[in-house]
Each structure stands twice: as C-alpha cells, then as structure tokens.
C-alpha cells in the first residue's frame, strides 16, 4: 500500500541546497521528525562539482562517501548516518511527480505522498539533451551527460572502456572545459566543439578565452569553434561512431559527452507559483508568491540586493548560502527573530589541468586583462577586472593565491573607482590589495 507521511519541513531535493539545509536546520534546531529530504538520487547529499572533476581523474579518482556535503566549503561530512543521528528522514530513491502546493502534498512515482507545512524547492537543474531538439542520433550508446553520480558513472564506465579513443565533447561552456581537460588526462583523443567564436562565452572575455583555448591546444585538445552538431552515426549495436558538425565535417567519436546547458528543474510548480528570468520568483528570504513554500539554488530567482537586480545562479556557492539562509528565515519567522538581509556576492570558480580560476561580482562593462596571461609560461597568472560607470565591478583571477583570492573578492564587492585604466592594467593585483 502506498505510504503517506506528514513532516514540519520537507526539502523536496538531495542536491547540495539539499544538504547545506540539512546542517542548517540541525544548527537551528529541529526536533527528530520534523524533516524530510526527498531525493531522486540513491545518495546523500553531495558536492556536486567533484563529479567533473576528481571522481574522472586517472588516478585515485574521487568516491562517495569522499565528498558528502559540507567538505566542499571546509564543513563536516554528513554522511548518511548524521541525518538518522539527527532524526532527520533521508528519504532517497524517491521521484516527486505531482505537487499540489495548495493542499501541501506531495506525490511520488511510487504514488507516496509527503504533506508538510514548509516546504523548501532544491530541485536543482536538469541537463538539456540533444535529443530534445531532434538533433539526429543523439540516443545512440556513449552520448553522454553529467549531472548526477549516476551519470558520473557511466562516464567512468565508457572512458575505461574506450581507453586510448576518440573523444567529442560538445559545448564550449563549465562542462565542455573541465570535461574535455579531464578526458584528455585520461589519455583520449579529445575534440571540442561549440558554437560561439569562444569558449564560456557567459562569462570570458575574447583575451580570457584566448588563454584557456591556447593552453588546452598545447595538452593536445583538438578545438572547433563556430558549429554545433546536427547528427551522429552509430554502428550496427548502437554504439556512437562519429558526429556530424553543421559545417559539414564528420569527427569521429568513441564517446561524446554533451555540456549545452542545464534548465532549473521547475515544472512540478507550473502555474502555482510566480516565476521569473526561468526561476522560481523568491523574495530576499527565498520565500515564493506561496507562503511557507521557498525555493532555493538553481531554480531560485532571488533579488539580488548589490546589483538592484532579481537573477538566478547556477552555481554551487550560491546553492550552500542560499539554502543557508532560507532555513535561517524559516526559523526566524517562527522565533520571531529578524535575519540579515541576504545580500549575495557572485562567486564562480573552475578548475582544470593545473588550472584554477575564481570570480567574483558581475561581467559587465569594459573588461581590462592584467598580469602574464602567456599559456606557455610556467605558472601563468593573470586576471580581468570589469569596470561599469568608473568602477570596479568584476574580478578573475586565474592561478592566485588564497590570499589573493580573497583580494579579488574583496575589490568586487567594494566597487571603486578607478581613475586610470592603464594604470589599473598596470597594477593589476596590486590595486585590489590597496582597497
Ligand atoms: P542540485 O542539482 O545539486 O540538487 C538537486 C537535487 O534534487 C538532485 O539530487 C536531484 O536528483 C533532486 N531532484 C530534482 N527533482 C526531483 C524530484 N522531482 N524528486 C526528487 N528529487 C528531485 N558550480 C560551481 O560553482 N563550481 C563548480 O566547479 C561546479 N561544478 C559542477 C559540476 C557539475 C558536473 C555540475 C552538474 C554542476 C557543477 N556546478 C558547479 C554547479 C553546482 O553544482 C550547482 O549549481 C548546484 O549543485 C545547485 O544546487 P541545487 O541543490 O540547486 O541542485
Ligand atoms: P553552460 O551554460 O556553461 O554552457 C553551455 C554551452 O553549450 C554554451 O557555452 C555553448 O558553447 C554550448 N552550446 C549551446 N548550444 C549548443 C549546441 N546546440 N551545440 C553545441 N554547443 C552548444 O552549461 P554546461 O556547461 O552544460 O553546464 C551545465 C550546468 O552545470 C550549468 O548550470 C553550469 O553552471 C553547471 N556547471 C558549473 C560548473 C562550474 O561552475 N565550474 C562546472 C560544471 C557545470
């Protein structure tokens, strides 16, 4: 018979907006069996940047329990025994199909159902397919996607069994640079493709992407810009043999691994909930237009108070603070205590090869390159600050220090002015060291 359970709070989600709420909650207080996480995957909460990364690596690759969440930020591992410790339900192996927001319910595939009084969303996103643009053979063997462990697997599972092959890596953005680095490290024959003149467009600049493109050519990644793939071939088992480029051109492929964006998981909520910019519309407590329900991470459209704007992030700091700070707002309402406005700094990074690149704040305006951005320099460093109405509102730094890092983050948030670009591009650190 199917099961119906009643809990204070669910978190509909086992992602890393999943389990940063988790610790939260257990920091605030929460009585055994007043939580929930509901989870698709068959795993604990997890920090899901390892799987593009260490969990590919040749050597001594990454594995769960390794990188339960909170590691990813310096915290506690929780592994599965820390939730029952808590009293928390893990509730795993679980698809939510129906959410009917306005009975506080809900479904799962197994036809459970789950009825609670808050309600935090941390479904997270979902990887676009090639498939659903028709795009012609795309369900061929060995075309495939990263977004979960599961998928990380099957990853594992075709780089050993396609040692020493041909690898094509389409999309130009996060999953085509750390993939097309990590197959390479595997000893594949990597091809890159993508369609916009450069690579991670959304966020480099053409000096930028410049750098990375010439350092991945130099570790023998093969990179073709300006095409998209309208095809593939397959043998007579199904198995992906090559694929089929715009211009015309054939690459064959033993794997091919697709990265061309991700949509925030939102369509259980269609029509319930106001949505904005793709997301689920929240407030700065990440509360939706339903009182009691917030939704947090990927699919959070929040204000964004340093730049008077609302935005969705798809990124894995923004995961952690924002479900950090629902759970403070939740438990604040109820103690009728007030919590700080959330007031949130942009914060990517990415790491691939020796390569190690942070950001901070907002790309927008003229962008000045500083520092020896020369790929064939031993230990290159070099940054970009983006400046809009005189100052400062953007910092990369690709090979800096913590410390410098931390200068970076710093400048972003402070917004200076600046009275000289040449002398900004001569400075370069040194002027965020000044602020
Ligand atoms: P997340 O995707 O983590 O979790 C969502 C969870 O909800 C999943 O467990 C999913 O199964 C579950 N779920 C969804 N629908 C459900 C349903 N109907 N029923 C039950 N469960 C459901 N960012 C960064 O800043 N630096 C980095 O290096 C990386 N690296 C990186 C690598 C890879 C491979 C990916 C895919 C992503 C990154 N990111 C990243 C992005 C970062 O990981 C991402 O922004 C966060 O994981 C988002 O956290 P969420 O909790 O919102 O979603
Ligand atoms: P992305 O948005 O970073 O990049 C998508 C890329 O797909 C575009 O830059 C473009 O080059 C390419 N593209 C679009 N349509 C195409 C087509 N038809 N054919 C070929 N290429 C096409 O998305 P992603 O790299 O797929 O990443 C998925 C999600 O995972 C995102 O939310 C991302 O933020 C997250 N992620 C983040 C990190 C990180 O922050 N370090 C790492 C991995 C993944």
């Known amino acids: 018979m199917a099961t119906e359970k009643h809990f204070k709070y669910v978190v ?3 992602g890393v907006a999943g389990g940063y709420a988790a610790r939260e909650f257990a920091k605030q207080g929460v009585q055994p069996g007043e939580l929930a996480i509901i989870s698709r995957e068959a795993v604990a909460p997890y920090e899901r940047p390892a799987l593009s990364k260490a969990y590919l690596f040749p050597q001594n690759p990454a594995r769960l329990p390794g990188f339960h969440v909170c590691v990813g930020s310096g915290g506690e591992r929780l592994l599965p025994e820390w939730y029952s410790e808590k009293g928390i339900e893990l509730i795993l192996n679980t698809e939510i199909v129906k959410a009917d927001l306005a009975s506080k319910t809900l479904t799962s595939a197994a036809g459970a159902t789950f009825t609670y009084e808050i309600l935090l969303i941390a479904t997270g996103s979902s990887v ?40 094509v890596v389409v999309g130009g953005g996060y999953i085509g640079l ?8 595997n000893n594949l024959d990597v091809t890159m493709v993508f369609p916009e003149p450069w690579c ?15 350092y991945y050519t130099n570790k023998g990644v093969k990179i073709v810009k300006g095409t998209v793939a309208v095809g593939f071939d397959a043998d007579a088992n199904g198995d992906v043999t090559a694929v089929k480029l715009k211009d015309g051109s054939v690459l064959e492929a033993d794997i091919v691994v697709v990265g061309v964006g991700g949509r925030p998981l939102t369509t259980l909520f269609k029509g319930q909930v106001a949505e904005e910019k793709g997301g689920i519309k929240t407030d700065a407590s990440f509360e939706t237009s339903v009182p ?13 108070k340093i730049y008077n704007d609302v935005r969705r992030v798809e990124h894995v ?3 952690r603070k924002s479900a950090e700070q629902a759970v403070k707002a939740i438990k604040g309402k109820e103690s009728g205590e007030a919590v700080p406005e959330y007031d949130y700094l942009p914060y990517f990074y990415s790491r691939s090869f020796d390569l190690s690149w942070q950001f901070y704040g907002d790309n927008v305006g003229e962008a000045v390159l500083f520092g020896d951005s020369d790929p064939a320099s031993a230990k290159p460093k070099f940054g970009s600050y983006w400046i809009k109405d005189g ?28 009275s000289s670009i040449e002398e900004l591009k001569q400075d370069g650190l040194l002027f965020a060291s000044k602020i």
Not at 179 to 184: G, H, I, Q, Y
Request: negative net charge.
């Open 12 to 14: 509909l989600g086992g």
């Open 128 to 167: 676009i397919k090639l498939s659903d643009f028709g795009t012609q053979g795309a369900d061929s063997n060995n075309i495939l996607y990263l977004r979960e462990v599961d998928d990380a697997d099957k990853l594992y599972a075709a780089i050993q069994a396609k040692k020493g092959g041909k690898a």
């Open 178 to 185: 750390e993939l097309s680095a990590v197959l390479k490290m």
């Open 200 to 214: 991670m467009p959304r966020l480099f600049t053409a000096e930028i992407a410049a750098f990375y493109e010439s």
């Open 292 to 304: 009691g329900v917030y939704a947090v991470g990927d699919v959070a459209t929040f204000p964004m």
């Open 317 to 319: 700091d923004h995961s």
């Open 391 to 418: 100052k400062v509102v953007g910092a990369f730094l690709e090979g800096g220090s913590g410390d410098e890092n931390g200068l970076i983050a710093k400048v972003a948030r402070a917004q200076p002015p600046v």
